[in-house]
């Protein structure tokens, strides 16, 4: 779930949706009114979702928890890997209340340095400008990431257009050649490939087993 509206377009420019709710209440019904028109026109129900622009205030993870969302994406952990780290943000997998909190970490729109026909395009800049005020590549984000058994979240839109007619990045449209360079670089480990949803239910089991080894036996204690 990504909001009913996501935002709002004022003189002051564009309000991200959660910013946009005076209260905690404006905010549950507005999340149940997505939730209701989507099933109604698919069938199926949110496990999950993301804050618009990682937009919130002081009772949104409040509304998340009262909406019953299985997961959700709160903040953009990457920040952590430039050296950004403000407190909140977080690698690993987590809770808030009931709620599984999964970090994102991959920047769909970050391009890969070794991608020279891009050179001309503010993409590849922006991936310059990593590397030099950050000595970080999208490949050493992703090797970090690996080495040290965390999440390789992918951020991306599915539009490229937002509601004020200004083009949002990421997008799969824009970087679909990007995302397509990021999972043939990760084709050289060995990892889980999984939805949101399935990673979900595998840290609320994890979390939730105590695994004793004695011996040759395993002994599991939930």
């Given at each position: 779930?990504?909001g009913f509206t996501h935002g709002e377009i004022t003189e002051?420019?564009?309000?991200?949706?959660?910013?946009?709710?005076?209260?905690?209440?404006?905010?549950?019904?507005?999340?149940?009114?997505?939730?209701?028109?989507?099933?109604?026109?698919?069938?199926?129900?949110?496990?999950?979702?993301?804050?618009?622009?990682?937009?919130?205030?002081?009772?949104?993870?409040?509304?998340?928890?009262?909406?019953?969302?299985?997961?959700?994406?709160?903040?953009?952990?990457?920040?952590?890997?430039?050296?950004?780290?403000?407190?909140?943000?977080?690698?690993?997998?987590?809770?808030?209340?009931?709620?599984?909190?999964?970090?994102?970490?991959?920047?769909?729109?970050?391009?890969?340095?070794?991608?020279?026909?891009?050179?001309?395009?503010?993409?590849?800049?922006?991936?310059?400008?990593?590397?030099?005020?950050?000595?970080?590549?999208?490949?050493?984000?992703?090797d970090l990431l690996v080495s040290r058994g965390q999440i390789?979240?992918?951020?991306?839109?599915?539009?490229?257009?937002?509601?004020?007619?200004?083009?949002?990045?990421?997008?799969?449209?824009?970087?679909?050649?990007?995302?397509?360079?990021?999972?043939?670089?990760?084709?050289?480990?060995?990892?889980?490939?999984?939805?949101?949803?399935?990673?979900?239910?595998?840290?609320?089991?994890?979390?939730?087993?105590?695994?004793?080894?004695?011996?040759?036996?395993?002994?599991?204690?939930?």
């Amino acid at each position: 779930y990504h909001g009913f509206t996501h935002g709002e377009i004022t003189e002051n420019g564009f309000i991200q949706e959660w910013d946009t709710f005076s209260d905690i209440s404006e905010a549950v019904q507005t999340i149940q009114k997505g939730q209701k028109l989507y099933q109604k026109v698919t069938g199926q129900k949110f496990w999950g979702g993301k804050y618009c622009g990682y937009a919130r205030n002081r009772f949104s993870d409040e509304s998340i928890i009262k909406s019953h969302f299985d997961y959700w994406c709160r903040h953009w952990d990457a920040d952590i890997i430039k050296g950004l780290d403000r407190g909140e943000e977080s690698l690993e997998l987590g809770f808030f209340g009931e709620t599984v909190d999964i970090p994102s970490t991959i920047d769909g729109s970050l391009f890969s340095l070794k991608k020279i026909r891009y050179l001309l395009t503010r993409k590849y800049m922006k991936a310059l400008y990593y590397c030099v005020k950050y000595q970080i590549t999208l490949e050493s984000i992703i090797d970090l990431l690996v080495s040290r058994g965390q999440i390789l979240s992918i951020q991306s839109h599915t539009s490229p257009i937002r509601e004020d007619k200004e083009r949002q990045s990421p997008n799969i449209i824009d970087d679909i050649k990007n995302i397509q360079y990021i999972l043939d670089y990760v084709k050289k480990y060995d990892i889980w490939y999984a939805t949101c949803k399935e990673i979900n239910d595998y840290f609320r089991i994890y979390s939730a087993v105590d695994l004793q080894v004695q011996g040759d036996a395993i002994q599991l204690e939930i």
